[in-house]
Each structure stands twice: as C-alpha cells, then as structure tokens.
C-alpha cells in the first residue's frame, strides 16, 4: 500500500475506534540491509536503506485529561495504556516495550507529550528480519516530537530508540536498524561508520535495478541469545587482538593470533574482518553501477555469515541458492540473508524487468525445497520518519520571522495544495526564514529543489526544517 493511501486507511482507522480524527500522523520505515551485517556492534561499516514499508501512527490528545497513553494496533493485538505519571517500566503486553522505552527516554529528558489516544498500524512485517521495532521505536519518537515541537538531533534521536530496545526490550542491538530508520533517504543507501556514526549517502536511482526481498517465512527462536553470544565472542577476539574493535583489526593481524583463540572465535571475527571490506567495496560497486561485483560481495557475504558466523539456516540457504541458480541470466546479480538471520528476509540486487520471472522460479522452488511458502517483493530504497500531518492548521503568511508551510493536509491533497501564499522570489523566500536560509548557504541540490518549488508552487515563505523534510519526503 503507498504512504499515502496507509495514511488515509489509518486515519479512518482511528476515526473508528476513537470517534473524532487524528490531530498528528506520523510514519517510519523498515529497513532492508544490502551489506555489512553483524558489523554495526563491531564499530564497522553497514550498507542499510529504508523500505517503503511503515510503522504509521495516527494520535490526538485525549478528551478526558488523564495522564495516559492509549496504545491501540489496528492488527488487533492487545491494547496498551502507558501512564505517565508512575515511573515507566517494561511490561505488557509485549510490543508496547517499545514504545515504552522511546517514551521514558523522552521524558527523562523533560520532552512530555501529555495524555494521548494513538493508534498503530505497521505495514513491516513481524518478525521478518525488516526492523518492524526499530520502525516502531522511531515512529514513536517521531511522534512525540511532533506533539511537543521538541527535536532532538537526529543521532540522538536514534540511540535513545536503540536505548530502549536494549533496556525495554531485552535486545542488545547495534546502531543500524535505528539509524537508518531515521536517516533514510528515496532513492539512496546510507554507508553508516557505526564508529564515527557519520553517513555517505550512496545514490541507488537506476530504475533498471531492484532490491528484491523474499521472506522465509520462518523465525528460529534461537536469534535473540545466539545473537548475545555473538556479540561476546567479537568482544573475546579484539581482546586477545589487543584491539578496541575488530574494526581495527585486520585479516593479516587475525591470522597471525589464530593459535591464541578457539576455531569458533576466529571465525566469527573472519567474518567480521572481512565482511567490513566488502561493505566498502560494494558502496564503490554501486557508485560505479558495477552490478556484478556488488553481487558477487552478497554472495560471499551469505558464505560468510553461513559459514563462519552460523546465523544463517536451511531455509535462507535454500533462497540463496535457489537466486544462484537463476544466475544473471535470468535477473539476478546476488542474493544474502539480511538483518540477525536465523530466519526473516534475504535481499537480492536484481534487473526490475525479470522480477516477475524470478518471483514466479522462486516460489515454486523455495516451496518445493522447504515445503513452505515464500512472500517476496521488490522495494526501492524510500525515505526514513516523516510527519504526515501536525497540528498546524492554518499556513502563515509570508512575513520577516515567519515560516508558511501548511502541514495539516500533507499527503492527503498532493504537493501543490499544500503550498500557500504569495509567490516571492527565491532569495526574497529565503532572506525571512530564522536562522536564515539563503541561496548560497543550502548547496547546489537544495537551491535547485528550493527554486524548483518556489517557483512551481509559488510557496509563502520556507524553513529550514520543513525544506529538510520536503526535500525528504515530497518530491518524486
Ligand atoms: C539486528 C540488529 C542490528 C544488527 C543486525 C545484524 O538487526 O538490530 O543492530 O546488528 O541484527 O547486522
């Protein structure tokens, strides 16, 4: 379903169950990772994009004054109050820990939304190895800023999400899944160093390629503590290395401390060593749209994990497999399992044309060799947490000091109902934004987009964060 239409379902949706319509909107991906798995914990580099899959929710506050978060999920699991009064702690049911850990770092930082009815509706699958959580986490967060107008920087924003996996709900993750649920952007990748946590976006707008998902359809119950083990086995190699990470490590060093550790760390930091170099070199392969290499780098990265990292399982062998099978020939240049493994997704970099041939191949084999049904789908890289609709009803006119972006009916009337005001000239535009926006100081891109809308929608007036946020989410 497209954002837009899911925005309108869920507003229906919350209509039903609360009587009255949502006051904010707001939705966060789910993430697909192309390369660089198991190496965010490890202070390495991972090759993560968005999906155009979303954690929506829809809110208002609520009528009666009580201090509590009503937590509704339109898929009908069990729903969950959050009072804000009483110190938040993990609970049930579940999936509200989440929500629960965003929401308690937000008010330890004095950020409190006050009372509200909201209502989820997650289009990530569960428990496929997407970050249907961390898509939870950041919608969350996403949404209470937009009820306090308070925004926290964006790497803040993503490991106080992180935080609350780790102390809410149990899962001692790295730094991907949040990140690039926040920072995601259409049609790129995002090269995160989990050290320096800086971004390289890495453009993927060719529409002759895909990323081509296959669910399992299966979920071993071991991923959550063999996870754990590994993370400890990594921190045993670089001790006995002597290093902090084994990003500083290399296979060189590895290879010449083989006798100081056992077969089983050593392979584990193998893989990390090398799986860090090939996440660099197939951010160069796609930059150069040099496909057979980047599918060459999926592949071995599935070998590795496999092999030496043993988070992979029969049935994500059997998808890999299978995509070898149906070669380039056929449309498919490499195939990985993505995300912790033990079950979930694999992602696969194809040829859009031959999408229906292979969706068709790899049904029938994947069913004949498990037995089980395979979902699949083929996804574009789409944009991280955006507001769809705030409180802001009434768009300003254009005066010095002032912004002029009508938020209410974002989404629901198309990009150029949403505009209003007298058309300025770009730099006239600029010169009255706060903190002042001007030509020469947004770069070629945005002053390109920025006259592109200006002129187009003859635009009131514009502010940084609302230019940030179109640039992210309107144009298509
Ligand atoms: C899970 C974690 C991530 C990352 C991946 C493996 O998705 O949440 O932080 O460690 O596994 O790459």
């Given at each position: 379903?497209?954002?837009?239409?899911?925005?309108?379902?869920?507003?229906?949706?919350?209509?039903?169950?609360?009587?009255?319509?949502?006051?904010?909107?707001?939705?966060?991906?789910?993430?697909?990772?192309?390369?660089?798995?198991?190496?965010?914990?490890?202070?390495?580099?991972?090759?993560?994009?968005?999906?155009?899959?979303?954690?929506?929710?829809?809110?208002?506050?609520?009528?009666?004054?009580?201090?509590?978060?009503?937590?509704?999920?339109?898929?009908?699991?069990?729903?969950?109050?959050?009072?804000?009064?009483a110190?938040?702690?993990?609970?049930?049911?579940?999936?509200?820990?989440?929500?629960?850990?965003?929401?308690?770092?937000?008010?330890?930082?004095?950020?409190?939304?006050?009372?509200?009815?909201?209502?989820?509706?997650?289009?990530?699958?569960?428990?496929?190895g997407?970050?249907?959580?961390?898509?939870?986490?950041?919608?969350?967060?996403?949404?209470?800023?937009?009820?306090?107008?308070k925004?926290?920087?964006?790497?803040?924003?993503?490991?106080l999400?992180?935080?609350?996996?780790?102390?809410?709900?149990?899962?001692?993750?790295?730094?991907?899944?949040?990140?690039?649920?926040?920072?995601?952007?259409?049609?790129?990748?995002?090269?995160?160093?989990?050290?320096?946590?800086?971004?390289?976006?890495?453009?993927?707008?060719?529409?002759?390629?895909?990323?081509f998902?296959v669910?399992?359809?299966?979920?071993?119950?071991?991923?959550?503590?063999?996870?754990?083990?590994?993370?400890?086995?990594?921190?045993?190699?670089?001790?006995?290395?002597?290093?902090?990470?084994?990003r500083?490590?290399?296979?060189?060093?590895?290879?010449?401390?083989?006798?100081?550790?056992?077969?089983?760390?050593?392979?584990?930091?193998?893989?990390?060593?090398?799986?860090?170099?090939?996440?660099?070199?197939?951010?160069?392969?796609?930059?150069?749209?040099?496909?057979?290499?980047?599918?060459?780098?999926?592949?071995?990265?599935?070998?590795?994990?496999?092999?030496?990292?043993?988070?992979?399982?029969?049935?994500?062998?059997?998808?890999?497999?299978?995509?070898?099978?149906?070669?380039?020939?056929?449309?498919?240049?490499?195939?990985?399992?993505?995300?912790g493994?033990?079950?979930?997704?694999?992602?696969?970099?194809?040829?859009t044309?031959?999408?229906?041939?292979?969706?068709?191949?790899?049904?029938?084999?994947?069913?004949?060799?498990?037995?089980?049904?395979?979902?699949?789908?083929?996804?574009?890289?789409?944009?991280?947490?955006?507001?769809?609709?705030?409180?802001?009803?009434?768009s300003?006119?254009?005066?010095?000091?002032?912004?002029?972006?009508?938020?209410?009916?974002?989404?629901?009337?198309?990009?150029?109902?949403?505009?209003?005001?007298?058309?300025?000239?770009?730099?006239?535009?600029?010169?009255?934004v706060?903190?002042?926006?001007?030509?020469?100081?947004?770069?070629?891109?945005?002053?390109?987009?920025?006259?592109?809308?200006?002129?187009?929608?003859?635009?009131?007036?514009?502010?940084?964060?609302?230019?940030?946020?179109?640039?992210?989410?309107?144009?298509?």
């Amino acid at each position: 379903m497209k954002l837009n239409d899911l925005v309108d379902r869920v507003g229906q949706e919350f209509e039903q169950i609360y009587g009255r319509s949502p006051r904010w909107i707001v939705a966060a991906p789910g993430r697909v990772n192309v390369i660089g798995e198991h190496t965010d914990y490890n202070d390495g580099f991972v090759l993560p994009m968005a999906i155009d899959r979303y954690a929506v929710l829809a809110a208002d506050s609520r009528t009666d004054g009580k201090n509590v978060i009503r937590f509704h999920d339109a898929s009908g699991a069990e729903p969950a109050f959050i009072n804000l009064s009483a110190p938040i702690t993990p609970g049930t049911p579940k999936w509200a820990n989440y929500p629960r850990g965003v929401i308690a770092g937000y008010l330890a930082r004095g950020i409190n939304p006050g009372g509200l009815d909201v209502l989820l509706h997650s289009t990530v699958p569960l428990g496929g190895g997407l970050s249907s959580s961390a898509a939870l986490e950041v919608s969350t967060a996403t949404l209470l800023e937009n009820v306090t107008g308070k925004k926290l920087d964006p790497v803040e924003k993503a490991l106080l999400c992180q935080k609350a996996e780790h102390d809410f709900a149990g899962v001692p993750c790295g730094i991907m899944d949040q990140f690039i649920s926040v920072m995601g952007q259409e049609n790129h990748l995002l090269l995160l160093d989990c050290r320096s946590r800086k971004t390289q976006l890495v453009p993927m707008d060719d529409p002759a390629i895909g990323l081509f998902i296959v669910n399992s359809n299966v979920r071993h119950e071991l991923g959550n503590s063999e996870y754990a083990k590994r993370r400890a086995q990594c921190e045993s190699a670089a001790k006995i290395l002597g290093v902090p990470s084994l990003r500083d490590a290399t296979a060189v060093d590895l290879e010449n401390a083989r006798s100081k550790m056992s077969d089983v760390v050593f392979r584990r930091a193998r893989h990390v060593i090398s799986e860090i170099e090939r996440t660099i070199h197939a951010a160069e392969g796609l930059r150069a749209s040099n496909w057979t290499t980047v599918g060459q780098l999926m592949y071995a990265s599935h070998r590795s994990l496999r092999d030496d990292y043993e988070v992979s399982c029969r049935e994500l062998d059997a998808i890999v497999e299978i995509s070898e099978s149906i070669g380039i020939k056929g449309g498919i240049y490499g195939c990985r399992m993505t995300g912790g493994g033990f079950g979930g997704c694999t992602v696969a970099l194809v040829k859009t044309e031959a999408v229906p041939g292979i969706s068709k191949k790899m049904a029938e084999d994947y069913k004949a060799k498990t037995g089980i049904d395979a979902s699949m789908f083929v996804t574009r890289p789409a944009s991280g947490a955006v507001i769809l609709k705030s409180r802001r009803a009434q768009s300003q006119p254009l005066q010095p000091g002032r912004t002029g972006w009508d938020e209410e009916e974002q989404l629901r009337s198309g990009p150029v109902a949403r505009f209003r005001g007298r058309g300025p000239s770009i730099a006239e535009a600029c010169s009255h934004v706060p903190g002042g926006l001007h030509p020469r100081m947004i770069g070629q891109d945005n002053f390109a987009f920025a006259g592109h809308f200006f002129q187009r929608h003859r635009l009131g007036s514009v502010s940084p964060r609302r230019h940030h946020h179109a640039k992210n989410t309107l144009v298509n």
